[in-house]
């Protein structure tokens, strides 16, 4: 299904405060996602850019947990919705989603290295060091994804899928 555009307008733009923000909201089927909403905004007086994929529609929660025993399971596709919780309990690793979060389809690698990159400087490689080990392959982990909306997968035939009536969405 190609994306339909279900929503069009010219708002006021948060950067420049013209009213020349082109903001347009398409729906489109993403097969085991479910139908996703893709926001595209656009300012023609600035070039301020909003880019955004929101779910749809939500499923019934689950708990997903992949053990990762060797360097290919690093490789393995992940996608985290927004309203999902990735706790990686061995390196002690628990994200927590916030109002402006965004759904991320990237490797189990690639969930580390946006761990990394987000604690910047507070992560010098001597204080990550065990995350440093298990992003290179040379650490058993286990990869746990609680999803409130029931839309996170990860693409093994390894992964360990649980349904939840409920899941907690409270931080620590």
Known sequence: MEPKLIFEAKLKCPVCGNETLIARDYLYDAGEVGKLVLSNWECTSCNYKFRDVKPYETREPKTLEFVV???????????RSPFAIVKIPELGIEIYPANASQGILSTVE?????????LGSLCQENDCHDVYEAKEGKRKFTLIIEDSSGLSF??????????????????P
């Open 69 to 79: 025993e060797k360097e290919e399971d690093l490789n393995v596709m992940v996608y």
């Open 110 to 118: 690639g969930i580390l290295e946006d761990f990394l990159e987000n």
């Open 154 to 171: 990860i693409k093994s035939e390894k992964v360990k899928i649980t349904r939840s009536l409920s899941l907690s969405q409270t931080q």
